[in-house]
Structures are given as structure tokens and as C-alpha cells.
């Protein structure tokens, strides 16, 4: 994530990612206020044996599109909602790219933060079966919880 700020958002992936038993870490890494940082985290990701990059900022969010132009790994970005125009800036500046170089962009806020660590779920379900079984049990457990009466 690009802030501490935007811990409040991305602990909603990671809470996600800790649910599937999915390991993880989570790390501070600005395009803007630490740009030496986060080239060094893209280009190494992929040889750390990183699968999965979940990249949440906010505002002119550079970051998610700045880490896939440095690392082949899929980067999930999550636009965080800005005080100022309510995230609309960060979706515009995550989802926005250039042909060639991808960012699968999520929602605004917490439910984009959830869904990027399902999404990274499911990508990494393609090559582990006992992945793909707790992303069915979760995906079974949500729908069971789902009440069929408004009150
Ligand atoms: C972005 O600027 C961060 O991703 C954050 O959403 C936003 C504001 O950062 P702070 O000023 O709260 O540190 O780089």
C-alpha cells in the first residue's frame, strides 16, 4: 500500500488473504514518497517467488500501475477512497492504463480490497488444489450466511 493511511482499506485483503490461509505480507512501499523502494520490491517480487501483487493506494495512485510496469507478476490494484473526491481519483488513476501493461483493477474501498485477495485466491487456486478446496468451502460458508428475509 502506498500509506499507512490506506491500512485501514488493505486490512480488509489482508484479514481475507489470513482467512484462506493464504500466506502474505503486507508492506508500505510509495510510488511518490519511496519511488527507489518500490522499484526495488517490483523487480524483486517475482524471484522472491511472490505470486500475486495486491497494490492499494489512493488519490493519484500510482502505485499498482507503476509495480506491474517493473514486475511479469499479476497486480491486483485497489483504489482507496480519498477524502478528497471520495476515491474516484484513485479508480481513475489505478484502472486507466496503457495497452501492454495491465493492473485488474477492484472496487473503491473495502470491497474492492476483499475481492482483490479473492481474486489473488483464484489465481493461485489454479495450481493448488487444496487452495481451490478452501476457496469452495469460503465461497460455500458466504452463501450459507446469506438470510433469505430482510428481517
Ligand atoms: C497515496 O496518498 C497513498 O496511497 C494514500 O492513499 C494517499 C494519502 O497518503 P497520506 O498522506 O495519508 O500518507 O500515496
Do not use: F
Not at 36 to 41: E, I, N, S
Request: net charge neutral; glycine share 8%; with cysteine.
Amino acid at each position: 500500500m502506498g500509506s499507512r493511511s490506506d491500512w485501514e482499506t488493505m486490512r480488509h485483503a489482508a484479514e481475507t488473504l489470513a482467512a484462506l490461509a493464504i500466506p502474505h505480507e503486507c508492506r508500505v512501499v510509495s510510488a511518490h514518497r519511496t519511488p527507489d523502494r518500490m522499484v526495488d520490491y517490483a523487480k524483486a517480487a517475482a524471484g522472491r517467488g511472490l505470486k500475486v501483487i495486491v497494490a492499494g493506494a489512493g488519490g493519484a495512485a500510482h502505485l499498482p500501475g507503476m509495480t506491474a510496469s517493473l514486475t511479469r507478476l499479476p497486480v491486483l490494484g485497489v483504489p482507496v477512497e480519498s477524502h478528497a473526491l471520495r476515491g474516484q481519483d484513485s479508480l481513475l488513476s489505478i484502472v486507466q492504463m496503457p495497452a501492454g501493461i495491465p493492473v485488474g483493477t477492484l472496487a473503491i474501498g473495502r470491497a474492492g480490497a476483499v475481492n482483490a485477495a479473492l481474486l489473488a485466491a483464484s489465481i493461485l487456486a489454479l495450481a493448488d488444489p487444496a487452495l481451490a478446496a478452501r476457496l469452495e468451502a469460503h465461497r460455500a460458508a458466504q452463501t450459507e450466511s446469506v438470510p433469505d428475509l430482510p428481517a
